[in-house]
């Protein structure tokens, strides 16, 4: 049972334009909603993260829309780079228990 | 700044061998989390230390053991590996005091052949 549900799978966007990946939770004790940024061969990294006190954090291009009744949050990338293709991971926990992360988005950027 | 340490980056192991992956989690983080990855997958999590006891554990096999030390670092022991533990094993640390920032590793990459 997948506890965070993520969509889509894939994305293909042109550089320059806005990339949205979504994602649902289940666990409404979650308080944490992190995303991640993963690079083949490479530890998933950090992008940016959302309590669930506020609904929207930006970060450069990157902002996390978030909507609590819903239990729903987004990223979305602004301005897309081809250096921006990558595999992303949203996450959620609570507290520092454990990350439960969400299935991956494939996001590839074409000049 | 310090990052979370990985080591050995990658590994080959034949089926039936024994695997130690050891992390550095970053220095104040009391936290230690070990994931697996397997090829496109959404990584797992497997099992955490706080403060060096056992805080949580997911599906890790039997055939796998951790500790956390008295340098707060941590060791997987892989044992009977199979042609299935091939993955990415990737380790983050955390503590409450910064806000819940968890840092992943590189990772340690295990082919069993």
């Known amino acids: 049972q997948q506890q965070v549900k993520q969509s889509p799978q894939s994305l293909i966007v042109q550089k320059g334009g806005i990339s949205i990946i979504n994602c649902a939770y289940e666990?409404?004790?979650?308080?944490?909603f992190p995303w991640y940024q993963q690079f083949p061969g490479k530890g998933p990294a950090l992008l940016i993260a959302?309590?669930?006190?506020?609904s929207e954090k930006k970060e450069g291009r990157f902002t996390i829309s978030f909507n609590k009744s819903a239990k729903q949050f987004s990223l979305h990338i602004m301005d897309s780079q081809p250096g921006d293709s990558a595999t992303y991971f949203c996450?959620?926990?609570?507290?520092?228990?454990?990350?439960?992360f969400g299935t991956g988005t494939r996001l590839q950027v074409f000049p | 700044a310090a990052g979370v340490i990985q080591s050995p980056r990658h590994l080959i192991k034949e089926k039936r061998e024994t695997a130690t992956l050891k992390c550095y989690p970053i220095?104040?983080?009391?936290?230690v989390y070990w994931y697996q990855q397997g090829p496109g997958q959404d990584p797992q999590f497997l099992i955490s230390?706080?403060?060096?006891?056992?805080?949580d554990k997911g599906s890790i096999p039997d055939r796998f053991s951790a500790q956390q030390f008295s340098d707060y670092h941590s060791e997987l022991n892989m044992s009977s590996l199979e042609l299935g533990d091939s993955a990415l094993y990737f380790c983050?640390?955390?503590?409450?005091?910064?806000?819940?920032?968890?840092?992943f590793g590189s990772g340690t990459r295990l082919t069993v052949v």
């Open positions: 666990n409404t004790a979650f308080d944490y």
């Open positions: 996450a959620a926990s609570r507290s520092t228990d454990k990350l439960i």
């Open positions: 230390f706080y403060e060096k006891m056992q805080s």
């Open positions: 220095p104040r983080h009391d936290t």
């Open positions: 983050a640390s955390s503590t409450l005091s910064i806000n819940y920032g968890y840092t």
């Open positions: 959302i309590r669930p006190d506020v």
